[in-house]
């Protein structure tokens, strides 16, 4: 029994020595490997150093302490860490590791960024958690420049490499010098970083609870600060590997729209800037951002920015501008709105409920601000399919110094957008206590042949006070007309198929006065009629134009009662009187008329009723009694109407 005691001592003491013994060799096997690592840091000429090195077998733990990297490229940051601590972690290969959880702490990185301006950063973290995590033995290449697309792609190339179910980093403060006496100098803080199920390059959310900020905005002689807060931001969906794609130097032919964002959303923000301007927005969101790689190539727009910040040339500009505009034309948003937005200065508070967006329109609604008259109130303004890529290509068009713009290139701006909305306006009427209210304003146009629109459709329903200091409203003014109800539809299209132009509906409604109907036809319009920025050549396709039916139609709500009146005044005569004497100078006029066109006969019939009975409906409706060319008529009206109206067959009526 002795022995066998003594024989199991003898075995223990040989298995502990051999687990010592193995652990102490593991844990210079792990040394080795992270020296090594290091060693190739240092390979590439910068310097890379560590402290203590320990390795815990059982739970598979290695720490790292006092690591600091400083490496040759001056765009990349010198790193310094108190200690790494990764727990579980395994080496399925030569080029890649895992483990459990890593526990960094104590990390300061500074760069200096010289690309076309020098400016310092420094960040520092004390504390960042990742779970498990995967990645690589060796990082990536650095970049051989120190753009910032290379950078870009430096750090998207590192996220295609690794893992992890979550990253977290409780705090980080950044500091950013941009030199003494110039703007761009700040502090940032970022709190509550959260980044959860990294994979490849993909991220499904990363979200922070604050950043707030302090930064130099400093003009010549006037020192001032510009503070924020960004409150609940996040990124969800997001596709690095798309964004690689479109900052690769080689280009990508990728024509199609890829999604890099499914949504980025804040819960507020709010920033203080001099003068006592503060401004606060809630709720911004903003849906399936994405990218066409073909177009969106930001790199070559910065390569046209002159490297010694010189003015650019108008001709520099120009390639600019249209580069923009293809980097337009590779962005895309689904849909985005940000929510109440207050603007407090010194003059008053401006509030605005939303501001949307989508393909088809961008909105501003719910604006109440003050103005040195009052204050203006507006429901709702929207621009129609606006295009900012076509904006870019008109201001391109447009921008040649020394030369006024051409027409052709003012008529470029249609295709900015499709139309225009404003809704719901109220505001002061110059320095009067009087009031203009807008129920509608909408222009829409479509239909381009060239830059010019071949169908638009305009309403407008407002009031507005009647100005003393117009002459032409005097007389409305006179006879207590003190508000102007307009109600304007005003529509026009052309078929290219039949050469048909067409204006109808044309309605204009004076409230309280009349209401104005029209409707014109012609036949035979060319389409080189608006694709010709030359008068005379336009001149000769008008010539080609026939015109069609004309009908108009004006109904009586008070304009002829205010006509008498006035001219009661002028004549010092009862109403009576002066309506009779009215219609007598219509009938003499129209004596004249007839005498040398007797169709027109009805026509001033009609007007003298009109004149004779108030609320009533004058109708005339003009037939070609043949074919009347555009060109000729106009000629004709110009120089004897008479002769213009007996190219038509005349029809006109009254009735209540």
Do not use: C
């Not at 037939?623 to 009347?628: A, F």
């Amino acid at each position: 029994m002795k022995r066998i005691l003594i024989g199991l001592v003898v075995a223990a003491a040989l298995a502990a020595g051999g687990w010592f013994g193995f652990n102490l060799y593991v844990q210079h096997r792990a040394t080795a490997e992270v020296e090594a690592a290091f060693e190739r840091m240092r390979s590439g000429g910068g310097k890379a150093s560590h402290g203590k090195i320990t390795f815990e077998l059982a739970t598979r733990t290695l720490t790292i302490e006092d690591i600091a990297v400083e490496p040759t490229q001056p765009e990349l940051a010198n790193v310094k860490v108190a200690k790494v601590t990764a727990v579980g972690i395994r080496q399925p290969d030569e080029a890649h590791f895992s483990a459990d959880s890593i526990e960094v702490s104590g990390v300061e990185a500074a760069f200096t960024y010289t690309e076309r301006t020098k400016l310092k950063a420094s960040y520092k973290i004390p504390e960042i958690t990742a779970r498990d995590f995967s990645g690589p033995t060796r990082a990536a290449s650095a970049p051989l420049s120190g753009t910032v697309i290379d950078m870009y792609r430096f750090i998207l190339a590192q996220y295609a490499t690794i893992s992890a179910s979550s990253i977290v980093a409780p705090t980080i403060a950044a500091t950013v010098d941009a030199g003494a006496g110039k703007a761009g100098s700040g502090d940032f803080l970022y709190s509550g970083l959260e980044v959860r199920n990294i994979n490849r390059g993909k991220v499904e959310t990363a979200k922070t609870d604050r950043i707030t900020y302090s930064l130099d905005v400093t003009q010549p002689g006037k020192p001032e600060k510009m503070k924020g807060e960004l409150s609940g931001l996040a990124v969800y969906d997001f596709d690095g590997h798309t964004l690689a794609a479109a900052l690769d130097p080689q280009g990508s032919s990728d024509d199609s729209f890829r999604r890099i964002y499914r949504r980025v959303a804040a819960a507020s923000y709010a920033v203080t800037m001099a003068a006592g301007v503060r401004v606060q927005i809630a709720d911004v969101g903003i849906d399936d951002i994405a990218i066409r790689p073909s177009k969106f190539r930001p790199a070559e727009i910065m390569a046209l920015v002159p490297a010694d910040g010189s003015i650019p040339t108008p001709a520099q500009s120009r390639d600019m501008i249209e580069k923009v505009a293809d980097f337009f034309d590779g962005f895309q948003i689904g849909k985005a709105e940000i929510g109440k937005q207050t603007i407090e200065t010194p003059q008053g508070t401006a509030r605005l409920n939303a501001v949307k967006y989508d393909p088809e329109k961008i909105a501003l609604e719910g604006l109440d601000m003050p103005m040195p008259q009052g204050q203006l109130k507006m429901e709702r303004f929207a621009l129609k399919s606006f295009s900012a890529a076509n904006l870019m290509r008109w201001a391109a068009s447009v921008r040649t110094s020394g030369q006024t713009p051409s027409p052709d290139q003012m008529m470029g701006l249609f295709r900015v957008l499709e139309g225009a909305e404003i809704k719901g306006v109220v505001s002061p009427y110059k320095n009067t206590r009087q009031l203009i209210t807008i129920d509608t304003i909408s222009l829409n146009w479509g239909q381009l042949v060239g830059s010019v629109p071949t169908k638009a459709n305009l309403v407008v329903k407002m009031v507005t006070p009647t100005d003393p200091a117009n002459p032409a409203q005097r007389p409305l003014i006179m006879a207590g007309v003190d508000k102007l109800a307009i109600d304007l539809d005003l529509g026009a299209a052309w078929t290219e198929s039949s050469g048909a132009f067409a204006l109808a509906p044309a309605t204009l409604d004076l409230g309280n006065l009349a209401r104005a109907q029209a409707s014109l036809a012609l036949a035979n319009v060319p389409r080189g009629l608006f694709t010709t920025t030359d008068p005379m050549e336009a001149m000769g396709h008008l010539a080609e134009a026939e015109t069609g039916a004309i009908e108009l139609s004006l109904h009586d709500s008070g304009v002829v009662d205010l006509v008498v009146a006035q001219f009661s005044r002028m004549q010092n005569l009862s109403r009576d009187a002066a309506r009779s004497k009215i219609v007598e100078m219509i009938r003499a006029q129209g004596e004249r008329i007839a005498a040398s066109n007797p169709d027109t006969r009805v026509a001033v019939d009609a007007l003298a009723g009109f004149v004779e009975t108030s609320g009533q409906t004058l109708t005339i409706r003009l037939t070609p009694l043949g074919k009347v060319p555009v060109i000729q008529l106009l000629d004709a009206l110009s120089d004897e109407p008479i002769v213009a109206l007996a190219q038509f067959r005349i029809e006109a009526s009254t009735g209540l």
